[in-house]
């Protein structure tokens, strides 16, 4: 097998490996939709303006705005002010927007800006295209001999 060979079929398998890495980072950054299983349709009500956390503090904003949103949980209305705030906002009051929730604990929340099929499962395309890589590589490697 020539040298040019050995350089494509490398290529080839570490970009295999590689999606098959990032597939691997990316399913645990979303495991966190195990925990927050319910998607509702929400509204923010108000903006209120607090102390920033220490990450914020740290970068020097002393104040955040912590959306308040409106949405309904197993048929009933609930009223939550985030967990997690920005300065500045990228909210608006009476803005519509997609609210992750803990089935067992509807309280327990969090404010998604963008529609929820945008997580889509990223990580399953990234693990197929890494075993797509590989078996391109192998095949190259058998038949290139």
Partial sequence: M???????CAILLFTGIGFSCLGVLLKRITSIQKKYNKVSSGSIIDLVLEEADATGRAKGIKEYYYPVVAYYANGQLKKVKSKIGKFPTTFKVNQTVWVRYNEKKPEDCFVQEKNPLRYLQIWQICYALGILFCVVALIYLFVSQ
Avoid at 2 to 8: C, D, P, R, T, V
């Fill in 2 to 8: 020539s040298e040019n060979a050995w350089i494509k």
